[in-house]
């Protein structure tokens, strides 16, 4: 019933930039966190940035400076602004969102299907 899109992924020269859009659909009653992974080929997936429902962030220090997390609650959407991008950015990244259905029930976590951003020149 819940779905979340991702959508922004592509080919992009170093020093490049690139935006990332996450949209949640469906029987949605509240969204608490929302953030952003990626995986690499070889590595673990890591925690990329996050953002709270009151608009607090974290950042993984590779990314610090360079990228930024935003939401727009009424569009269920979140955003990642990438630049500066470098080579050690190439991943698939996923959105992911901690969301309740009903008032009656505690949230539950949702990910996207992964979008290939690669960077190269």
């Known amino acids: 019933q819940v779905q979340l899109v991702e959508s922004g992924g592509d080919l992009v020269q170093p020093g490049g930039s690139l935006r990332l859009s996450c949209a949640a659909s469906g029987r949605i009653f509240s969204i608490n966190n929302m953030g952003w992974y990626r995986q690499a080929p070889g590595k673990q997936r890591e925690l990329v940035a996050a953002?709270?429902?009151?608009?607090?962030?974290n950042y993984a220090d590779s990314v610090k400076g360079r990228f930024t997390i935003s939401r727009d609650n009424a569009k269920n959407t979140v955003y990642l602004q990438m630049n500066s991008l470098k080579a050690e950015d190439t991943a698939v990244y996923y959105c992911?969102?901690?969301?309740?259905?009903?008032?009656?029930?505690?949230?539950?976590?949702?990910w996207g299907q992964g979008t290939q951003v690669t960077v190269s020149s």
């Open positions: 992911n969102a901690d969301i309740s259905r009903s008032r009656w029930l505690q949230n539950s976590e949702y």
């Open positions: 953002i709270t429902s009151g608009g607090s962030t």
